[in-house]
């Protein structure tokens, strides 16, 4: 399916998504984090759409607002879209986790909240990943400061 | 008060480290067992280790300079991952590289993948109880890294890529030197099927055990031959052609079983296709430049860049956030050991401590590459 279709469909939803106009060689959707986990259902379960394979789930601190990223593809119609939400919340930041729609959001989820502190409700089993348990902070948000273990150019 | 036997001597489950230094875990990762008696009731990895933060690393380094931490990730797949972020900035500076430059890049990716399944054989043998094969795969090997070694100098993590093509040319004798490889390879591949392949503790080691489906292999983000050995197509390859695998013409092998010797044959029936491969090049190395003159200070314009690669492992993605910057604003790796991994969980719940060490095997993990 065409990047033009796949926004026409998506269109319908009627879930105040917003197409993004930056440079990107994926059709690139913005939605409302009240509307993420309604949007991720249907981006699977449509026939039409079956987006089954999330190849990638990046977390982003924008300066204000701490995001996620995803990067899906369908393997029966081969074509790809990526999803963003974001929340302005830096102090507790909640996002809904897709785990339950793609298994591998259990481990991308875990290393997103290790990361940049964002929590995903109905996560399983969300815990740090990779740093101690006893880290104090979010070593990939941008206002992060380690005195010691980072250099500084 | 019951007396049944099963009352008597009732089972407690307990947890149990495997790791972080196991000889099986090829590196250092440490599964949390929960286990009753053999049976494995739940599998949690415990990551980070050497985690080395690659991506902030990045977000102050140049793309020059980044291509050298890529190989720091899955070092076996060097060459694929320091191809990764070069074609990405070339791509996102529309910069178009010589056929020559194409051509080269394949020919080290596949023999890289050689390496690496060679490797890989090596371990999985030594890993369920046969030492030869360790020293079968890595006898071959080394010739394969010798032919690194001479053209750019490191046996291992290569650097052989840079944004705007390769660091040298290759020497006059490299196309001579690599098909002697292939005529030596070739007599020897089948004596590997001969001595772990067909081997009849081998396979009730391997058939059956480790089942994943192919709807959980999606959903897992599994790929390469973890995926393809659960009947999956998903070689990048094929889907999203990259370099001279958009005018070559190969098999991808995909195995429907979905068991652990299913994902071995795949790496074996590999092995072959890159033999197929490499041969299809080596005659046909056009003439031309080895590179393309880039700036020193190489801006990528601002938006989003992904590139994927297909390394030994699997998928290899490499997402970049530009602002316009000469670094990068954000940069990811999705790794495909991370993924394969996650995926173990499900492949040996019920199954037996040894079956562990097999199907960790088949997984083929790097852990540098789960890290990063």
């Known amino acids: 399916m065409s990047d033009q279709e796949l926004q026409d469909i998506l269109t319908e939803f009627d879930l105040g998504l917003v197409f993004s106009e930056e440079t990107s060689q994926y059709l690139t959707v913005r939605v409302p984090k009240e509307g993420l986990h309604l949007l991720m259902n249907k981006l699977k379960s449509d026939i039409n759409l079956s987006f089954d394979y999330l190849f990638c789930l990046t977390g982003i601190d924008w300066g204000e607002e701490l995001g996620v990223i995803y990067h899906l593809e369908s393997t029966t119609h081969r074509h790809s879209l990526v999803v963003k939400v974001q929340t302005a919340d830096r102090e507790n930041p909640i996002l809904d986790s897709v785990e339950d729609i793609w298994l591998t959001a259990n481990f991308h989820e875990m ?13 399983p089993n969300l815990k740090r990943l990779f740093l101690p348990k006893d880290w104090t902070g979010y070593p990939l948000r941008k206002d992060y400061v380690d005195t010691i273990n980072m250099v500084v150019k | ?101 194409k051509v080269i890049r394949t020919i080290m990716a596949e023999l890289t993948r050689i390496a690496s399944h060679l490797l890989w054989w090596g371990v999985m043998g030594m890993d369920v ?51 002697d490889f292939l005529t030596h390879f070739k007599t020897k591949l089948p004596e590997y099927d001969t001595l772990l392949t067909n081997n009849v503790i081998f396979q009730k080691r391997t058939k059956g055990v480790g089942y994943l489906s192919m709807e959980d292999a999606i959903s897992f983000g599994t790929s390469g031959p973890v995926g393809r050995g659960s009947g999956y197509s998903c070689d990048v390859r094929k889907h999203h052609p990259y370099s001279a695998y958009t005018n070559i013409d190969f098999k991808e092998v995909i195995r429907t079983e979905g068991d652990t010797l299913a994902r071995y044959e795949v790496r074996i029936q590999e092995m072959w296709e890159s033999i197929a491969i490499i041969e299809n090049l080596i005659d046909n190395i056009p003439e031309g430049d080895f590179k393309v003159a880039t700036k020193a200070v190489i801006k990528l314009p601002k938006g989003e860049f ?14 970049v956030v530009s602002t316009g910057t000469k670094n990068p604003y954000r940069i990811k790796f999705r790794s495909p050991g991370f993924s394969n991994l996650s995926a173990l969980n499900k492949m040996i719940v019920g199954g037996k401590i040894g079956d562990l060490v097999a199907v960790t095997s088949t997984l083929d993990l790097v852990i540098p590459d789960i890290d990063r």
């Open chain 2, 306 to 319: 992904y590139q994927k690669v297909e390394t030994a492992r699997g998928e290899l993605g490499v997402f």
């Open chain 1, 111 to 123: 290393e997103v909240f290790d990361f940049f502190g964002i929590k995903f409700k109905n996560h």
């Open chain 2, 1 to 101: 008060m019951t007396n049944t036997i099963s009352d008597r001597f009732k089972t407690e489950e307990y947890f149990i480290n495997m790791g972080p230094q196991h000889p099986a875990t090829h590196g250092v990762l440490r599964l949390i067992l929960t286990i009753d008696g053999e049976i494995i009731k739940n599998v949690e990895p415990d990551l980070g280790y050497i985690h080395r933060s690659i991506e902030k690393m990045s977000e102050r380094d140049s793309y020059q300079q980044i291509v050298h931490l890529t190989d720091r990730m899955d070092y076996l797949s060097a060459h694929m991952n320091n191809e990764a972020v070069c074609l990405l900035v070339e791509n996102a500076l529309e910069m178009e590289m010589p056929e020559r430059v």
């Open chain 2, 129 to 179: 109880g046969a030492l030869t094969t360790f020293m079968y795969g890595f006898r071959d090997r080394e010739l394969i890294n010798d032919i690194f070694e001479e053209t750019c100098g490191a046996r291992l993590t290569m650097n052989y890529n840079i944004p705007g093509g390769l660091m040298f040319d290759i020497l006059p004798n490299f196309q001579q030197r690599v098909k």
